[in-house]
């Protein structure tokens, strides 16, 4: 009894010592009272205090992180949207990963359900197949490159989009698909195409005003086809006379009507040339906004004298200009007075031109107006009548045309 009543009071007091250094390894107050050092305890102690500071500083970092992380994301989300043109990521497998409303808008469904998907479940099979070339030649290749693509959307639009597409790199730099951004440029492409098609009605209808100046030597090759035809003809007539006529005067008259047969398809083949040459079709009225008109043909006639042409401005009286026409013999006109002008002013310090459209009662006055040294007061009487001219090259049909 009495050994173990002694070994429990050294029992307690080896408790009561070990209590404090216990009480601070697991992280509770300690005890008041002495305290024993026990530096097992007190190591493992300050390891455990050492660890949750640590997880105490991860923790902070984490959260910290996580809070950056969100405002980056937020931040992006903020500036795609903002940006009016269509913005993408896609994939190696070219699913869309991320779009923004306006790229959204462009295919026509929500960005939920875009996500995840490809090209090819929104267009057309044509359509996806080409976007999907040039995707695949973006991260195949690792470059960068400006694309124009065409783009029929589900509703129907036909729309034409000049396309900036990148490779998109992850964390350890390596191609992880595409990024791109495109820029509707269907109103420029729709102006493009216009301008092509008046460029071309004009230089047919360019051909077929040279034909005035053509005239004589048109006359000259076909008279010599006509004439030595009526020739042959006449000389076979001659030939050919005679009861019964003879064997060697039949054969020249067949064969001088032969080379007269063969002048005639010279003629027609000349004709057949000429023919192909003015062909432009009949002329088509209807209504013209020609303050569209002038504008283009601005575009077209400083074109044509390069970069060095004076500038050209427009003035309309703010109303709209419409008339009932053909608006590639109205384009013809403007473009040759503004050539005209554009050449009058060439060496003028400083050169002044202006084209102007006014209302002037029922009618619309569309004004060429120019710096350049002006009209003789000899030509200004002939000025309309053909082949009158005051330029070394000109040959003087234009205005009469």
Partial sequence: LALLTAGVLVASWQARRLARPLALLAGRPAPAGPAARVAE????????????????????????????????????????????????????????????????????????????????????????????????????????????????????????????????????????????????????????????????????????????????????????????????????RRLSEGDPPEAQRLALAREAMGEAAGQVVRAGEIIHRLRDFVNRGDTERRRIELGVLALESVTMARAARGVEAAPVPVVMDGRSHMVMGDAVQLQQVTVNLLRNALEAVEGREPPRLMLRLSQAGPMIRMEVEDNGPGIPPAVLERLFEPFQSTKADGMGIGLSI
């Fill in 41 to 236: 305890y007190e190591e493992l102690a300050a390891a455990v205090q050492g660890m949750q500071e640590a997880l105490r500083r991860e923790a902070a970092n984490s959260a910290r992180t996580a809070a950056e992380a969100e405002d980056d994301r937020r931040l992006l989300s903020s500036v795609m949207q903002s940006v009016p043109d269509p913005i993408f990521v896609k994939d190696l497998a070219l699913r869309y990963v991320l779009i923004n409303e306006a790229g959204a808008a462009v295919i026509g469904r929500p960005i939920e359900a875009i996500i995840g998907r490809t090209d090819a479940d929104f267009f057309a099979p044509a359509i996806a197949a080409a976007i999907a070339r040039v995707d695949r030649t973006v991260i195949e290749a690792d470059l960068f490159r400006e694309q124009e693509e065409r783009i029929v959307t589900p509703d129907g639009r036909d729309i034409w989009f000049l396309s900036l597409k990148g490779p998109w790199r992850d964390g350890r730099g390596e191609v992880a698909g595409l990024i791109g951004v495109a820029r509707d440029v269907t109103e420029r492409k729709l102006t493009e195409q216009r301008l092509a098609r008046a460029e071309a009605a004009m230089r047919r209808i360019a051909r077929a005003d040279s034909m005035a100046a053509m005239s004589v030597g048109l006359a000259h090759e076909l008279n010599q086809p006509l004439a030595a035809a009526s020739n042959f003809l006449r000389a076979a």
